[in-house]
């Protein structure tokens, strides 16, 4: 097995600038690039104390997006990750930590967490998972044709929570009007998000 090096949050972002462009199409790897540096503003606004490691988990949320069902379901079983009740369209947010500890020793909780989370939203997220679940919104190809986009990426620059609120309400609203089901998480998250915005309104 290759012996992998291990390399600063700057390395990494070098490295991933190239290998990530390898995995996707060149309109993914354009929201790619808008959520981490939305995912990096986000960070400098509510002062998280290392935002180009926002950056850099922007970088790499989507990097199994576009891979065919059995990548996935072979990273899962490889590493006995249970994902029972998860929709195909989340796979990608599972596999990808799994995929970037395989195949590169990139290997880091906090991201992994983050990556992990970006698409469902989850029951306990910390303040880097929000960063990158709003990120992920404001950076997405929806976001892109809005004339609100400025303004809400300046509220979400005020308070998170109004934009994991956006993404959590157009995600609920996006699945019913395809009469899909919505996962709990998503349910949870927008409540929570809800929830904040209220008390500090
Ligand atoms: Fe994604
Ligand atoms: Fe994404």
Known sequence: MEEFKIKSIEEWIQFFKVEVPKHVTETRWEHILRVANLAE????????????KAY?????????????????????SEYSLDVTGVPFQAYHAYSAPLF?????GFYDLEIQ??????TLGNLKPVFFDQILYAADFLGSDYCQRLSELKE????????LYFGIFMKAFQTISFLMEKKESIHPHTFYTYNNAQQSLKEMN
Do not use: M, R
Not at 100 to 104: A, G, I, M, R, S
Not at 152 to 159: R, V
């Open 41 to 52: 503003s986000l960070a400098v606004s509510h002062s998280y104390p290392n935002p180009k």
């Open 56 to 76: 850099l988990a922007g970088l790499c949320h989507d990097i199994t997006k576009q891979k065919k069902k059995e990548i996935h379901e072979e990273l899962f």
């Open 100 to 104: 970037l500890k395989k195949n590169f």
């Open 113 to 118: 967490s983050a990556i992990q989370n970006h």
């Open 152 to 159: 809400w990426i300046q509220k979400t620059k005020e308070n």
